[in-house]
């Protein structure tokens, strides 16, 4: 895996439970699940705005978000990075158009 991503999901890890008044993301975890979607719903629209504005810079940063706060959910849920890069794997190298059909039968 990725080095940062392991070492921000021991990060994330260690903060479930941490004082919320000393991290952001232990103050996530003390607001609860439905707090920590809202702001993936978030991050995710302004992903959309900066994709609309057409720059790089402010894409990536959101994007950057984005992807940290679904790692905040998954590792609320005691999953990690680990889990989706897995399934990324498993699905590397069939068609997007194979792995539509699979899930069409499921
Ligand atoms: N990578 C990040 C990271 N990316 C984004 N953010 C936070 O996510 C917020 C983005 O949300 P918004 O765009 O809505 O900005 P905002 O208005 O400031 O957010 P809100 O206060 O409204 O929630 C930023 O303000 C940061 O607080 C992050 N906070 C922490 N990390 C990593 O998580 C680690 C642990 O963080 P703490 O728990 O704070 O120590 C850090 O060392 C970093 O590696």
Partial sequence: ???????LDEVLAA??????ERSYVASLHARGEEAILRKVGEEAVEVLLAARGGEAGPLVREVADLWFHT????????????AVLAELERRFGTSGLEEKAARGRS
């Fill in 1 to 7: 895996m990725s080095d940062i991503l392991r070492r």
């Fill in 15 to 20: 903060r479930r439970g941490a004082d919320p």
């Fill in 71 to 82: 790692l905040v959910l998954l590792s609320h849920r005691g999953l990690g990075a680990g």
